[in-house]
């Protein structure tokens, strides 16, 4: 039941988003065909299983999509200075870095987040273990590249997502 929720709630803000109006002769449709499609398609799904519904991991998704968005700013502003730069200092590598999730869903989250993130892109994930492609490897010590690239978001995953 709770995936059929948070289904339909989601298609509700994207239909509210995409009308860009809350007028009573759009929402009814909207909210027949969020109803449908979320009774349709997740009546058997299991994705937003592990997602606890309560204020704090409410108040946890807010401040994470902040931080995810603060982040997105800073490293879009790095690569483009580093492409800009006429000597190009990079310093490429793959790195590995360990998570504490334990929900499917939130390392996903996890790796997604960092793949959007310029400047570094999930390769692989193996257990515990998240191989990163990162344009300017600073550390090859786990626990210090866990804390530049994975710490400030994993912190909000695990309220969110257990």
């Known amino acids: 039941?709770?995936?059929?929720?948070?289904?339909?709630?989601?298609?509700?803000?994207?239909?509210?988003?995409?009308?860009?109006?809350?007028?009573?002769?759009?929402?009814?449709p909207g909210l027949i065909t969020a109803f449908i499609v979320s009774l349709l398609v997740c009546r058997q799904c299991e994705i937003f299983t592990d997602?606890?519904?309560?204020?704090?991991?409410?108040?946890?998704?807010?401040?994470f999509l902040f931080v995810f968005f603060i982040e997105l700013i800073k490293s879009n502003l790095d690569v483009i200075k580093r492409v800009l730069?006429?000597?190009l200092p990079i310093n490429p590598g793959i790195v590995e870095v360990k998570t504490t999730l334990k929900s499917?869903?939130?390392?996903?989250?996890?790796?997604?987040?960092?793949?959007?993130?310029p400047?570094?892109?999930?390769?692989?994930?193996?257990?515990?273990?998240f191989f990163i492609h990162w344009i300017d490897v600073q550390?090859?010590?786990?626990?210090?590249?866990?804390?530049?690239?994975v710490k400030k978001f994993e912190k909000y995953l695990e309220v969110i997502y257990g």
């Open 1 to 28: 039941m709770k995936n059929i929720f948070i289904t339909f709630l989601i298609l509700m803000v994207v239909w509210i988003l995409l009308n860009n109006s809350v007028q009573i002769n759009i929402l009814i």
């Open 85 to 87: 730069s006429p000597s």
């Open 104 to 117: 499917k869903f939130a390392r996903m989250m996890l790796a997604n987040t960092i793949t959007l993130t």
């Open 139 to 149: 550390t090859d010590d786990i626990e210090k590249a866990g804390n530049e690239i």
């Open 51 to 63: 997602y606890k519904l309560t204020p704090k991991a409410f108040a946890y998704t807010i401040i």
């Open 119 to 129: 400047g570094t892109l999930t390769v692989e994930v193996k257990d515990e273990s």
